[in-house]
């Protein structure tokens, strides 16, 4: 499945974004995907997952990386094979080229995209 992110953009501290990632077949059999990030000059991190829950409709269990816990929420919709990245209170560190993969055991394994870039102005 190829994966598409959007959404990006240019925001102040304290703005939000939604972005999106659209898959190009079904997802619902996708045990577990993930948003990274990736700053200049850093390696890429992982910031949000989540399992498929096993409904046609929503995610299951989600998980986040402490610098982001409480402002940015992950979801899927398997009826329309679109991950999404809630962020909000965005903060300059926040500042980075976003994707969305496929994870086996945290492990990404999908083709990476050309992600979607935020930038969050102080």
């Known amino acids: 499945v190829q994966l598409v992110e959007s959404g990006g953009g240019l925001v102040q501290a304290g703005g939000s974004l939604r972005l999106s990632c659209a898959a190009s077949?079904?997802?619902?059999?996708?045990?577990?995907m993930g948003w990274y990030r990736q700053a200049p000059g850093k390696q890429r991190e992982l910031v949000a997952s989540?399992?498929?829950?096993?409904?046609?409709?929503?995610?299951?269990?989600?998980n986040y990386a402490d610098s982001v816990k409480g402002r940015f929420t992950i979801s899927r919709d398997n009826t329309k094979n679109t991950l999404y990245l809630q962020m909000n209170s965005l903060k300059p560190e926040d500042t980075a080229v976003y994707y969305c993969?496929?994870?086996?055991?945290?492990?990404?394994?999908?083709?990476w995209g050309q992600g979607t870039q935020v930038t969050v102005s102080s």
């Open positions: 989540i399992t498929s829950g096993g409904t046609i409709t929503s995610g299951g269990t989600t």
């Open positions: 077949g079904s997802i619902f059999s996708i045990n577990l």
């Open positions: 993969n496929v994870l086996v055991g945290l492990v990404p394994i999908g083709a």
